[in-house]
């Protein structure tokens, strides 16, 4: 079965060049406002500080894990090995 390639037109090649500057002024604006790797690094867990602030979810996630740690501690009297 013979293939076609379909030469694009000046027009289309136009609009892709417009459309490949556009994204690469996107991507430069994205770059910078991400920190390089080797701040996120230096930086550790540090750089995650205050990541949730008030955030619900967040909130129920740590109740719900102490409800669950506190649960996994022997309650008096119970799995006392005398």
């Known amino acids: ?17 417009q459309r ?13 406002t991400v920190k390089p790797p080797a701040v996120r690094a230096k930086l550790g867990w540090r750089a995650q500080v205050g990541a949730f602030g008030d955030d619900p979810a967040y909130a129920e996630i740590v109740r719900l894990g102490r409800a669950w740690r506190d649960a996994q501690v022997p309650q008096q009297g119970q799995g006392d090995v005398e």
């Open 1 to 17: 079965m013979p293939t076609t390639t379909a030469v694009p037109d000046s027009e289309s090649i136009a609009e892709l060049r």
């Open 20 to 32: 490949v500057d556009d994204l690469e002024v996107r991507v430069a604006a994205l770059v910078q």
